[in-house]
């Protein structure tokens, strides 16, 4: 079992940066990929970024020059900065780990750009 907890939702205006944070407990030598999905309102669950054990990373076309994933693996924590940051990328983003046979998720973290 993984358990994630997210940190560092909130409120921005447009142009402006966050930066989001999980935090991975349990069996966390299991884990094949983190990363980060989101999920607007009236929108379906979307990916935003990943990044692999060996440091392989894949973002959406949509955050791609914004966004940023990164891991330390000293605190087996996985982070996303959101720079420039739009109206549309307003939504629950949630944090994801997956092993062999799972995926798991975090409680989600809310992120609001306003315009």
């Known amino acids: 079992q993984v358990q994630l907890v997210e940190s560092g939702g909130g409120l921005v205006q447009a142009g402006g940066s966050l930066r989001l944070s999980c935090a991975a407990s349990?069996?966390?030598?299991?884990?094949?990929?983190m990363g980060w999905y989101r999920q607007g309102p009236g929108k379906q669950r979307e990916l935003v970024a990943t990044i692999t054990s060996g440091d392989s990373t894949n973002y959406a076309a949509s955050v791609k020059g914004r966004f940023t994933v990164s891991r330390d693996n000293a605190k087996n924590t996985v982070y996303l900065q959101m720079n420039s940051l739009k109206p549309e990328d307003t939504a629950v983003y949630y944090c994801?780990?997956?092993?062999?046979?799972?995926?798991?998720w975090g409680q989600g973290t809310q992120v609001t750009v306003s315009s």
């Open positions: 349990g069996s966390i030598f299991s884990i094949n990929a």
């Open positions: 994801n780990a997956e092993d062999l046979h799972y995926d798991y």
